[in-house]
């Protein structure tokens, strides 16, 4: 199983590769890094979050079937009102 943040250490490496090679500011660095690591992150649990068979390999719920409206919902006493109630 993998999981958001192996996926951004991984993506951590990377980026440290190719910042290492053009010789920035340490501060400009580290700024860098960390941006790259919480664009990882995002960018990986959006991923996960929206492609269905995803889900459980990053530690999500599965997501909820969803269901056609029902016209019953639109009755007055399913929405809670009593027949003399008119909305």
């Known amino acids: 199983m993998s999981d958001i943040h ?3 250490i991984i993506s951590g490496f990377v980026t440290g590769h190719y910042l290492a090679k053009e010789r920035l500011p340490l501060g400009i660095e580290a700024i860098l890094l960390i941006g790259a690591t919480i664009a990882s992150c995002f960018v990986t649990y959006e991923v996960a979050r929206r492609i269905r068979p995803l889900r ?3 530690g999500l719920k599965p997501a909820a079937v969803s269901r ?3 016209p019953a919902k639109d009755w007055p006493i399913a929405r809670g009102l009593s027949s ?4």
């Open 56 to 58: 459980p390999l990053f």
């Open 68 to 70: 056609s409206h029902s």
């Open 6 to 8: 192996s996926n951004s």
């Open 84 to 87: 003399d109630d008119t909305a």
